[in-house]
């Protein structure tokens, strides 16, 4: 079985592949979650085209979404520039720009679910708070952001695994180097090119799928436990 053992490159792009996906997890749900709830609550003048814009990397190719993060993002894109000489924080070329890439790729499908979540709750509920003095704020903390848990699990995970296995955008922007943005699915492709590489793509399909199968089923695990004790509650 010496042949799944990973090599030291292989486990680097493991570790890296891991903060890619939970640094594009970590900054974008917070952002996802206030786009499904404003898209699920609010009511305003180009709504329509907000949700468009949102769901667009669903499909484009992602070589496109790529692309156009490396025209705006790149050292002489607008906001690469802006944050560069304000932040002294880049993005082409490097980890960070991978994980820019995963969570720009991963927001629409975060989005979904979270937005059926919150259309779900009944505004009776929230109404009952408001009526009881609740402010707005108070009321989403304590009454649908709990009732919503399991659609934000769902939305996660799914971003989750999307960043994990992200490839178009990630090449086209950041390229593909060794040590800082070679993830496994950059890795597994390296090894395909490669006339000796049939056992490395292996094994780094194996890890992928191992991965990938783990977060599902941890998912699964707490999004009962969540439903259990949501409905405990009500009980």
């Known amino acids: 079985m010496a042949f799944l053992q990973l ?32 898209l699920a609550r609010w009511r305003f003048p180009g709504h329509g085209i907000v ?21 705006a993002f790149g050292r002489n894109g607008p906001a690469g520039r802006f944050l560069a000489e304000i932040f002294n924080v880049s993005f082409a070329f490097n980890w960070t720009g991978a994980a820019l890439a995963a969570g720009v790729m991963a927001f629409p499908l975060m989005v979904r679910p979270i937005r059926l ?9 929230e109404e009952a708070a408001s009526s009881l003095g609740a402010r707005r704020l108070v009321t989403f903390v304590i009454v649908t952001l709990p009732l919503t848990l399991p659609g934000i699990l769902g939305g996660a995970i799914l971003g989750f695994a999307k960043a994990m296995g992200e490839f178009g955008a990630t090449i086209t922007f950041v390229s593909n180097i060794p040590g ?25 399909t ?19 436990r ?7 509650a009500h009980a």
Do not use: C
């Not at 030291?8 to 979650?33: D, F, G, N, Y």
């Not at 969540?226 to 405990?232: V, Y």
């Open 117 to 125: 979540a919150f259309e779900a709750v009944d505004p009776k509920l």
């Open 180 to 204: 800082e943005t070679r993830t496994l699915s950059l890795a597994l492709y390296t090894a395909t090119q490669s006339p000796s590489g049939d056992w490395a793509a292996f094994r780094l």
């Open 206 to 224: 194996l890890i992928s799928a191992f991965v990938a199968f783990a977060a599902l089923i941890a998912s699964e695990v707490w999004a009962r």
């Open 51 to 71: 949700n468009a814009l949102i769901h667009m990397p669903l499909v484009l190719p992602p070589v496109v979404t790529g692309y156009l993060l490396l025209l």
């Open 226 to 232: 969540l439903r259990q004790r949501i409905g405990g």
């Open 7 to 38: 090599q030291p490159q292989e486990w680097q792009a493991l570790v890296l592949t891991l903060r890619v996906a939970l640094t594009a997890l970590a900054v974008s749900l917070p952002l996802a979650i206030f786009a499904a709830y404003a």
